[in-house]
């Protein structure tokens, strides 16, 4: 079965957010990144002899701007890695038969046999391959004319994988 995919920043994008808050790994680090901020400057602000109420309010506030900015630098290093690296964008031809995942772009061909598949996992929007723990093929559902080549695309790779999806 062959699928032709146009893989966008946006589905890259999609893709990191997923891994950072979906895998258990990645999803703990990320949550504990993201409150450490803000508890830190509640602590910093009542060391310092602030009120609970102010000290709070100034937690909420620096520490939200921080995560804010700390997200937009993690997006920004995966898009500069999007641009360093041709071939991870624009068009895909994923084909999935007995031996494998074959995925080709103008620029490179890679192959993946089915023992070689760490995980299947989904979300509302796009069907990831995972390679390994960090690396996947990514499919984004628009790609599909249907959800009925949906559906047989998803039973497919299940069936060769011997392996389920996890999300949806």
Not at 17 to 38: D, G
Not at 119 to 139: C, G, S
């Amino acid at each position: 079965m062959k699928v032709e995919i146009d893989l966008n920043q946006e589905d890259f994008w999609k893709f990191n957010k997923y891994v950072m808050f979906n895998l258990p790994k990645y999803k703990i680090s990320m949550i504990l990144s993201l409150l450490s901020i803000p508890v830190s400057c509640i602590i910093v602000s009542k060391l310092l002899g602030s009120g609970w109420a102010f000290a709070i309010v100034v937690g909420v506030i620096i520490g939200g701007l921080a995560d804010v900015l700390f997200l937009y630098r993690i997006k920004r290093r995966t898009m500069s890695l999007v641009k360093k690296n041709d071939g991870i964008l624009g068009k895909h031809i994923i084909e999935i038969n007995e031996q494998g995942v074959f995925d080709s772009t103008d620029r490179s061909q890679s192959t993946c046999g089915w023992s070689g598949i760490h995980e299947l996992r989904q979300d509302k929007e796009n069907i990831y391959i995972f390679l390994n723990q960090l690396q996947a093929t990514i499919v984004p559902k628009r790609s599909f004319t249907d959800q009925q080549e949906e559906a047989k695309f998803i039973q497919t790779v299940q069936q060769y994988a011997n392996k389920s999806f996890i999300g949806g």
